[in-house]
């Protein structure tokens, strides 16, 4: 099961890939980025949240690669938009 991971109190700090060849970005939305990369057995894709990994996860195919990110990136906008309205309250 994918553990979701809280950018700020998490230790781990990997950037951003320098791009090449092998990566494909599935999203490019302020603050978030999503790369999948090809492993030949399957796909791997990342989402990074102001150049910091808050996700990861594998895939069989591209197309289910997309279809999650999707999902994880539905969820984190939710999640913001919550937070700006407590922040307004």
């Not at 990997?14 to 030949?40: C, F, G, R, V, W």
Request: hydrophobic share 35%.
């Amino acid at each position: 099961m994918l553990e979701l991971l809280n950018a700020e109190s998490n230790s781990q700090t990997h950037d951003i890939p320098t791009m090449n060849s092998e990566l494909t970005k599935l999203y490019d939305s302020q603050p978030y980025t999503a790369y999948t990369e090809d492993l030949e057995f399957m796909w791997r894709w990342t989402i990074y949240q102001d150049n910091k990994l808050v996700q990861e996860g594998c895939s069989l195919t591209l197309e289910a690669s997309r279809r999650s990110v999707e999902h994880v990136m539905t969820f984190f906008n939710m999640k913001r938009q919550n937070t700006q309205l407590e922040q307004e309250l």
